[in-house]
């Protein structure tokens, strides 16, 4: 369940359905999206299967980010709209601000 979207001006449409899927991933697997995205890139190909599903087209790039308190994940944050690695920086600040 998405529980916040914002897309900003200029953003590509796309974004509004790519940071919620990394977003879910990231939760639903308690680790960054960065993880499969190293999977994709080392020649793990078959996991890009997986993510064909509704709910986690184009999940498996950086910029999902698991919230973690006390060793549970709560929630996670999908960005998605510059280069993976940005994406990544913001939805950490995201977590940061959050739990400060």
């Known amino acids: 369940t998405v529980a916040a979207l914002q897309r900003l001006d200029g953003a590509a449409p796309s974004s509004a359905e790519i940071g919620p899927a990394k977003a879910r991933l990231a939760a639903l697997g308690r ?4 993880v499969y995205e190293e999977m994709i890139n080392n020649g ?19 910029g999902g980010v698991p919230i973690m308190v006390d060793g549970h994940c709560v929630g996670a ?4 709209g510059v280069k993976s690695a940005e994406d990544a920086q913001i939805a950490q600040a995201g977590i940061k601000a959050l739990l400060g």
Do not use: K, N, P, Y
């Open 31 to 34: 680790r960054e999206t960065r």
């Open 44 to 62: 793990r190909v078959s996991f890009l299967s997986g993510l064909s599903q509704d709910g986690l087209r184009g999940a498996g790039l950086e």
């Open 77 to 80: 944050i999908g960005v998605s």
